[in-house]
């Protein structure tokens, strides 16, 4: 079976990403549904192969198609960084190490755009080490949408029973009335909607919506918002034919969404906290980050670096095999 090749950035060396790459690749699983080829550093790879005690050969390699033949008892690496021990000092990001995570990550995107990979899953950075390395953007989504010239993105946190897009990112809770505009949640909504299809199996996937105030504004008494902007932007997505529902005030709306069969395939919601707060109370270990919107495939951990954690080898892959598996299980059943 031919099966597709997935790159897998090995995040800030200073953390679990290296050792949750490996545990992920050492799963039968996972080889299975995949050609795996890290980008990364050799020296943090092969110091997370000590830690898990795994049997798992490092290969360096330049190009994907190197990794194709290559035996499962091993993991294809394209060395984009040779970082020094100062730098992969556990729980000490560094400015080098900031700048090789930038670089592990456009060269991954770049794979996807030439088509040389199927899709990248990413371990988590040290946001502040990027940017204090020349690289000013708040996470991964922001600097993949500007590789992949694409302005209508949705960062999308996800499980098997519940899926949250956001309308907001990384944004200061005061910038929030000012950010909710029915053009930007109908953007939202639309591109949620689109990006699901292959998660759910539906080609007209049931979303719903969030309020921002307590109680949708309980009629304009604590907002207008609701009124203004959200309202608005769910009767256009249902003159698109979209099978939008809401809004809903958020308090209580995720208590009868987590019921199985989850009654939405996806929930748009306002801001960051509102809606991850809930997905990672459900999906704490098994929830990943998916960029919707973008010509390529990209997922991730929906995690942190974890640098308590780092080099213990009690990190939990099981956020990064469901990364790397996502997209390639729903292609494996049809």
């Known amino acids: 079976m031919n099966r597709p090749v997935v790159a897998i950035t090995m995040g800030d060396p200073s953390g679990i990403g290296p050792e949750i790459i490996v545990a ?5 699983a996972i080889r299975s549904l ?27 390699i330049t190009s994907p198609a190197e990794a194709v033949n290559l035996p499962d008892s091993t993991i294809p690496l394209i060395e984009v960084s040779k970082l020094g021990e100062a730098d992969i000092t556990y729980g000490k990001p560094s400015l080098l190490a900031g700048d090789a995570v930038y670089r592990y990550i456009c060269r991954a995107a770049e794979l996807c ?22 690289h000013h953007y708040p996470g991964h989504t922001e600097l993949l949408a500007e590789i992949c010239h694409c302005d209508d993105f949705v960062m999308m946190l996800a499980g098997d029973v ?9 944004e200061a809770i005061s910038s929030l009335p ?5 053009e930007r949640v109908l953007k939202t909504i639309r591109v949620t909607a689109k990006g699901v299809v292959p998660l759910c199996g539906k080609k007209t996937p049931r979303i719903a919506v969030l309020g921002l105030n307590p109680h949708c504004g309980e009629g304009g008494m604590f907002g207008n918002e609701e009124a203004e902007a ?42 960051h906290d509102q809606g991850l707060i809930p997905l990672k109370m459900r999906h704490f270990e098994d929830g990943i980050n998916i960029t919707l919107g ?10 942190g670096t974890a640098y308590g954690l ?25």
Do not use: N, W
């Open 178 to 182: 000012v950010l909710i505009t029915t």
């Open 230 to 271: 959200i309202i608005p932007a769910i009767e256009a997505a249902r003159v698109e034919g979209m099978d939008v529902h809401g809004p809903f005030s958020a308090d209580t709306f995720f208590h009868f969404a987590v019921q199985e069969p989850a009654p939405y395939d996806a929930v748009v919601a306002m801001y």
């Open 310 to 334: 780092a080099g213990t080898g009690k990190a939990s892959a099981i956020s990064m095999k469901a990364a790397i598996s996502c997209y390639l299980s729903q292609k494996m059943a049809g």
């Open 162 to 170: 519940l899926r949250v897009a956001l309308v907001t990112i990384h």
């Open 294 to 303: 973008l010509p390529i495939i990209r997922t991730s951990v929906d995690h």
């Open 113 to 134: 755009l030439s088509g040389e990979v199927a899709l990248m899953a990413t371990a988590p950075i040290c946001k502040d080490a990027m940017y204090k390395a020349g």
């Open 24 to 28: 992920a690749l050492d799963d039968p």
């Open 34 to 60: 995949c050609v795996p080829v890290v980008l990364g550093d050799k020296r943090a790879m092969e110091r997370a192969l000590a830690v898990y005690d795994s049997r798992l050969e490092i290969v360096s």
